[in-house]
């Protein structure tokens, strides 16, 4: 009977799944401002919006998303310039609204970040656990955002330390340097800062934010290479990792949680990830022990579509039980 319930509140593997409820749509006065361009798109199946986008945030008050009683807001960086989307769902129809120099690029990009160019028939259960947690969310899709920076540097932030410290390091950084999100978004929404002033955050600011010198040093390697990670997006999946992988510090597990994102990849998986392979050992055949070979076999019935599988998987809520003290924060800003 695992997995055959859905659990009634969201849980730290839920949540990592991409699980964020967007509050039940309630028209919410804003601030007068010059109206937003807007779109209108009718998705050719069912739609979560929270399922949808909910692994573009990272951690409750990420300052890049925000899922309010109005809608679902995101700030980008775009190649145009910065940019703010907001979008609601309305009798089954999505209604989207932009602003700022990007508000162009982010409408004409609305389809594939709602997971237009996914394909949710080519996925074939193998396992009842699976089954179950899909038949319970029809409306999952893997969204495209088209952009790697805004993906890559949040995800070498969550290199080998806890999704806390990873998420207020993010959190820090992007209110400290990124620029208020265009238009009408609800306070505390940040734009991140371009790769100049990436590049340009002092040491000290790094250490205060909890960032050691190898995360650091990775991401000021990548955003001198911005432009050339960004044309990723148009290549294979192999080719756009072998490109990330060029720049030292970006290994599999990077380049995978980047890249589902960027690109929507279903068949990435987050090789090298500490708790993975066990959730999915556990949830497939019981062994809370497995490792990434292990998973992999594992995972093999579901080759073309293992991201999903194992997305599935950690929604399903089905996790071992614990055994040990959960990993403590690290605060070196306090060194």
Known sequence: MAGRFAPRTPTRTTVRGGEVRVPPAVPTPRPAVAPGRSRRYAPPGPLDLGLTLGPLRRGPADPTFRAARDGVWRASRTPEGPGTLRVTEQAGAIEAEAWGEGADWLLSHLPGLLGDGDDPEAFAPRHRLVAESARRRPGLRLSRTGLVLESLIPS????????????????????????????????????MPDARTWALIPSWEWHRAGVDAKRSSTILRAVRVARRLEEAVALPQEE??????????????????????????PDLVSVGDLHLPGIVGYALAGDRTADDAAMLELLAPYVGQRHRATRLILLSGRTPPRRAPRMSPRDIGAL
Request: no cysteine.
């Open 240 to 265: 756009a990792a072998a490109r990330l992988h060029l720049v030292p510090g970006i290994g599999p597990w990077t380049s995978a949680e980047t890249l589902q994102r960027a690109m929507g990849a």
């Open 156 to 191: 070498i932030l969550e290199q080998k330390v806890t999704t806390d410290e990873a998420y207020r390091a993010w959190r820090l950084l992007v209110r400290k340097y990124g620029e208020p999100a265009p238009g009408p978004a609800p306070d505390g929404m940040y734009v």
